[in-house]
Structures are given as C-alpha cells and as structure tokens.
C-alpha cells in the first residue's frame, strides 16, 4: 500500500478508458454547483493494474490508511501493497463527515468493502467470458485470475479492462467476502508510513513547498482561547505599519477586523516582522472567574435535557440507609500537538488549493466558502499528515489565515503558528462537572443512581470567521454531553439528566469528547458502592453487568493486569494499580486502551468526597472503565 498526494484525480480516472469504477452519487455542494462528473469513486481498477481506494476520512496516526487497505485487498484477493488509498481530498474524495468516534471502520469501510467485493465478482465475470470457463472454475491470486482446470491459464486485472470503460453503482446488497475465508484482515500488517516516519523521510504538511511561494505569520489579539463576546473582532484599535519597516522581504499586512498577518519573501523575516509589529487593542473584559472550575461551570447557564428517568430514583434515594453524593471535575485540556499547525494556500481568481491537516476536510471547505464568499465547488483541500490531535488543534485556523493572506497577493502562501500561538488558541478540550447521588439496596443491590453533568459545549468554529466578523461572536450551546452518559451497571431506579450549556472558553473535541469524563464518574462511582457492600470491585461489576461480551472482556483483561481481589485499597502497596481505563462499547463493539496503569487517576481530575480528604484519591485500588454509547 502507498499514501500518496499525487494519485489521478476522481474526473481524469472516470473520464478514462482502461477503468473499472465502483461509485456513489456524490453529494450535493451546499452552492449547489454541477459537476461535470458527480459520482465519487470508492473502489477503481486500471489496465495497468494499478487500485486505488477513496475515502473522506483522513489518517490522525491511528492507521486506516493500512487498515482501509487491508480491507479492500482483502476483497479483491490482491496484496496490501497494490492498493493505494487517496484520503481526505476534497475534489477526489466522497464526504464522509468528520473523522471522529472510531466511525471510520464501523460505518466508512462497509461501502468500500462492498465496492471492492463488487468489483471482484465483475471482474470474475470478465475473466469467465475471456478464458471460456465458468466463474465457479476460477480463482484470483494476487490481482490475477486462474483458470481451475488443466490449461492453467490465467488473466490479469488490467488484461480484463483494456479497451473497457466501465463504471458500477454501488450495490449495497452484493455477497462479501465470508470472514472464514480471509487471508489479510485480521492478520498482522505493517504500517508503511512508520519507517518514513522514524527516518524522517515522511512528507508532513509542514514540509509542504509549492513554486512562488512567501511566507506569512499572524499576530494574534489578546483575548487568548475566547471566541464569545462583544468584542470579539472589534478590539484592534492601530497597526503602526511602519514599525517594520527596517525588516527586509515584508511583501504585505493584511489586517482585516481583528485578524492580522504579515506576509514576507522568507519565513525569518515573517517570524520577525511578527513579534516586531506594534499593535494597540481596546480594553476588553472576561469576567468569568476560572480559578474555581466547579463554581464556574454551576454558574453557567443551562439547558436540562432527561436522557434516561426508569424507576423512582427520588423515593429510594430517600429510603436508602446510606446515600452517597459525589462531584467530580474534568478540567480543560490542551491538545498541546508536538508540532504547531501548518499549512499552504493558494487563492486565484478561479479558485483556492489548500494544503492543510484538517479533521474534516469537507467541514474545513464549508468554513473556507464562508470566509471568502468562493463556491465550495473551487475549493480544493488536499490533505496531509500532521502532528497527531486525537481531535480539533489548530489545523483549521491555520488554513484560514494562509487563505486570507494568499488572497491578497494571489500567490501561495505558507503560515506556520508558533507554539506560543498554538497554546493559547488552541480549542482546547472541554471541561465538564458532574454530580452523581446513588445508594445500595438490600444484599448490595444497585437500588439508586442520579447522575447529572454539565459540559460546555465544542463547536469552535474556525477562528477567521470570529476574527474577521464572518460569524457572529456568540456562544452556542451543542448537545454533546450525553456520550456514554448511561452506566454499564444494572440499577434498580436510573435517572440521567444532562445540562446543556454553552462554552465558557473556546473549546472543540478531544479524544471522547464527555465519553472520558461521564465513565470515570460512573466507575469511580461504583468503586465507592463496592466498597459499602464489602465487596472485591472486580466481582461487584460483574455481579451488576447484564452484557455478556462486556463482562468477558472484563474477566479476561483483569487476568492479563495481574488483578488481585480483596475489598477496599491494596493494602501491600504504596502506588495504587489500575486497570486499563475503559471498555469501549460503540456499535456493539468492545475495545480496551491498553493493559495496565501503575500511576493515579488521570491528572487533573479533582475527586470531591463529602466524607473523605481530598488526598484519599490515591487510595482507590481499582479503577475500570466501561462506555455505553
């Protein structure tokens, strides 16, 4: 398999001849353009052979570049290498939404599967008509068929397409292949960008260079990490353009709002015309006290919304002989990516390439259209590898500013954020607070659980449409708290109740969004409810869990950590030992992040106990995670 930027595009390989294509309507563009050609390609085959596999979703360094591949290989019963995936371009591939919730290979790679095993069968039918025989009496091996019988005669895949045109619509109901049958997937393969990656050969967006290109830097305003607020876009009060004048290359300043950049011939003399220019900004005023994340987030206002209301939690909390109330604080955190975001822009008057690293390329184009009053349709995002983010870091925004810095001097241009920059921008994953009220019944049943939790809300927008006054600099509440809002656990009386509420901060998705936050308070909840019943918590869980794949992982991956049971802390060790953070239940499948955790919880997270010390944290000896989208 090969990652490559430089593959035929989806209108020059739909307009050849040579070509088996398996393709799906391409989505309508929101302004409504026609496409010459508006079918996307999932899966296309050439008379030389060569496969080439589309999808919209991008490679955050989790490896469905190789795993995509497997997939399609798999299918079509050629090699892993002979597959090269094009991901994540906007004018190639299909828009398959954001990258996000490990969506890619549960919903994405079932229609590529499809495609491939559908290309297959029509490809067996060819080789059938071109070697007399009947398709039951063939086999493919390694992009060739073989005639069964005892000629041993054989056709490649591009034998059987010269002089051929031929373009499939998807069949959602074609036969794949039987997973008894697989040879690839499920099988160990190696990733091909990991030793371009150790060597240093790997092309990053960073290292992205184009012909006639400058170099720019923003400036950016002072209200760090705000994108909410009267002032947003409005406090720029002078540029004193002269106070670079005696820095050699400066090509232009744009400022447009309270977006300011500098544009120079190289990229010192832009990083130094960057912290030399003098700017004055207005006086503006945040008045939200962080420093008390808990009271911060109670005081911000809410939207309640009932997930879940089973039993009559309220009458047993108030019959229960111990009730248990706790708070638990997940704090703000940074994406903090090894390298500040990069990218390159080239706008001309008959359109905008962009080189980025976006999440969401087709999310990106959108707010580019926006930005610039261009058709989506001329918009073309070509996207490269960068600094891993398990979520939204500043790969948008820099977009963004190397568009409008390219606009106006209709060259390429190349903007790097400094880490500086990076930091305080960055659209940092939100914080949440949750309150959780339950209590055990009779023979250390599950007779209570009241959980509430508040989580602003992570749209973050991309920044030039606040900065230049595109969009309204308005807090919007997103319904976003409720993942894995409802516990693994078998209460008797289950009340869930999530308290929609708008961003206090700029904040944007991280690694679960409110997943990480809602398990660890269920799971450290229930480790406080094994406690009270004199129970081990490992057998506590399973004596309260309904499902059966959860409760064997459970099993199995206690005995790979080495658990050992008892009630209460590990009495023979100073450093607690926890067990992998979490089962991972989305679309009926189960994941576990890794085998064991010889450390505290996760740094940050303040445990608020109405009877115990707040250093007693440390003394919890089990903490298992569990997710239930």
């Given amino acids: 398999m090969t990652i490559s930027t430089n593959t035929p595009s989806r209108l020059s390989l739909l307009q050849r001849s040579g070509l088996l294509a398996v393709t799906v309507p391409r989505k309508a563009q929101s302004d409504k353009s026609r496409e010459e050609e508006p079918k996307d390609i999932l899966v296309s085959i050439t008379d030389e052979d060569q496969i080439f596999a589309f999808s919209g979703k991008v490679d955050l360094g989790t490896g469905i570049n190789t795993a995509l591949a497997q997939i399609v290989a798999e299918e079509l019963d050629v090699p892993v290498e002979a597959v090269t995936m094009v991901l994540g371009h906007t004018s190639d591939v299909p828009d398959d939404g954001p990258t996000i919730a490990s969506l890619t290979m549960q919903v994405t790679a079932v229609p ?43 056709i490649s895949f591009g034998e059987l397409l010269r002089n051929r045109r031929d373009h499939l619509d998807l069949d959602p109901a074609v036969q794949v292949k039987d997973i008894s049958d697989y040879q690839i997937v499920g099988k160990p393969v190696p990733r091909t960008d990991i030793p371009a990656k150790a060597l240093g050969t790997f092309q990053f967006i960073h290292d992205v260079r184009v012909p006639n290109m400058l170099h720019g830097r923003v400036v950016r305003p002072p209200y760090a990490s705000l994108d909410s607020g009267a002032f947003i876009g409005k406090s720029l009060e002078s540029v004193d353009r002269d106070s670079i004048a005696h820095i050699p290359g400066i090509v232009a300043i744009v400022v447009k709002g309270d977006f300011i950049g500098i544009i120079a011939e190289r990229e010192e003399q832009a990083a130094e015309a960057a912290q030399s ?96 009053d261009v058709p989506e349709h001329r918009i073309n995002i070509i996207r490269l590898e960068a600094a891993g983010c398990y979520g939204r870091n500043g790969a948008d925004d820099v977009a963004a500013d190397a568009v409008l810095l390219s606009q106006a001097v209709r060259r390429p241009v190349r903007v790097q954020l400094t880490r500086e920059q990076e930091n305080l921008w960055d659209a940092r994953g939100s914080s949440q607070l949750i309150d959780v009220s339950g209590a055990l019944g009779p023979g250390g049943s599950l007779l209570a659980y009241d959980f509430q939790s508040r989580y602003p809300s992570n749209a973050a927008p991309t920044l030039a449409l606040f900065l230049t006054g595109r969009l309204e600099p308005v807090a919007q509440i997103r319904d976003k708290g409720d993942r894995t809002a409802r516990p693994q656990y078998n209460y008797e009386n289950l009340r869930v109740t999530i308290h929609d509420t708008a961003p206090i901060v700029r904040t944007g998705w991280l690694r679960g969004i409110s997943a990480l936050p809602n398990v660890f308070a269920h799971e450290s909840f229930i480790d406080e409810l094994a406690e009270e019943a004199r129970e081990d918590p490992l057998d506590f869980r399973l004596r309260h869990m309904s499902d059966p794949r959860a409760a064997a992982l ?39 992040p890794g085998p064991e955790l010889h450390r505290p919880i996760l740094p940050g997270w303040q445990k608020l106990r109405s009877t115990e010390k707040p250093d007693t944290l440390t003394s919890r000896a089990w903490l298992w995670a569990k997710t239930r989208a």
């Fill in 112 to 154: 590529m599967r499809k495609a491939a095993a559908q290309a297959r069968q029509h490809l067996l039918k060819l080789a059938a008509s071109a070697l007399d025989t009947d398709v039951s009496n063939l086999r493919v091996v390694a992009g060739r068929v073989h005639s069964l019988d005892d000629t041993g005669r054989s």
């Fill in 277 to 372: 220019l003098k700017v004055n900004w207005k006086p503006w005023v945040f008045d939200t006290d962080l420093s008390n994340l808990q009271n911060a987030l109670r005081a911000n206002p809410t939207k309640p919304r009932r997930l879940i209301d089973e039993g009559d939690v309220d009458a047993a909390l108030a019959s229960a002989e111990n009730r248990l109330d706790r708070t638990y604080v997940w704090p703000y955190q940074l994406h903090a990516s090894i390298g500040p975001s990069c990218a390159v822009a080239d706008a001309q008057e008959d359109g905008i390439t962009i080189w980025a690293a976006p999440q969401s390329p087709y999310m990106l184009r959108t707010d580019i259209s926006l930005l610039t």
């Fill in 554 to 592: 459970t099993r199995a991956t206690a005995e790979r950590a080495g658990w050992e049971r008892r009630v209460g802390p590990n009495p023979r060790t100073m450093t607690p030992k926890y067990c992998a953070g979490a089962v991972l239940r989305r679309r009926n499948i189960y994941t576990v």
